[in-house]
């Protein structure tokens, strides 16, 4: 029998179905539950980079980021059933991230012994706090900036890592982390203020 023309060319225009590489995060979540491996290493390779260079920013330690990144993911895996898809898979993720940094930073004696250091820094002059981090960080030697960083607190630490590194609004850091504007306008200000004092320094 013949195909009449206009079924024929109906069904040219009928889209493909989407590969599990092209699927959403919330989709791919979806297959994780159920034990889906394939999807999971999805979206390791698609969100592993964003985890790992938040942790090495916010610890200043590129070998303990990695095992924060791995840390991350096991737990994504481990605890998959309880990811509810709204999706903000991106912010869940950098959520267990903030949360695993955290805890490694309370952990780690040599961390801890450069916060109980640190002396609380009010500027008198306002800075340029539009400046991204990331072109502090081309500008001067990373490592340097890097281990300066882990002066600040580590609130003021991840308010800045979020906004200038990973583009995040301070609406959108308030709503993560659960905190006034207020209080995250305030992380930013005075932590890119002591940021800059240290840079300062080290060129004197």
Request: charged share 30%; aromatic share 6%.
């Amino acid at each position: 029998m013949k195909i009449p023309a206009v079924v024929a060319a109906n069904a040219l225009v009928v889209p493909p179905a989407k590969t599990a590489k092209e699927m959403p995060d919330d989709d791919l979540m979806r297959l994780v539950k159920k034990g889906r491996q394939d999807a999971f290493e999805i979206l390791v390779r698609r969100h592993q980079q964003l985890v790992l260079k938040y942790a090495c920013r916010f610890l200043g330690d590129r070998s303990l980021g990695l095992d924060v990144t791995q840390d991350v993911f096991l737990a994504l895996w481990s605890e998959r059933d309880r990811y509810q898809a709204q999706g903000k898979f991106r912010s869940y993720l950098i959520s267990c991230t903030i949360h695993r940094c955290h805890k490694v930073a309370r952990h780690s004696k040599r961390h801890q012994r450069k916060i109980d250091q640190m002396k609380s820094y009010i500027p008198d002059e306002k800075i340029d706090e539009r400046l991204p981090l990331d072109q502090v960080l081309q500008n001067e030697k990373a490592q340097q900036v890097r281990k300066m960083l882990t002066l600040l607190s580590e609130k003021q630490r991840e308010v800045l890592i979020l906004h200038h590194t990973h583009g995040m609004s301070l609406h959108e850091i308030a709503v993560l982390t659960q905190n006034p504007l207020g209080t995250i306008k305030s992380h930013l200000f005075r932590g890119m203020s002591r940021l800059y004092r240290e840079l300062e320094k080290e060129r004197t």
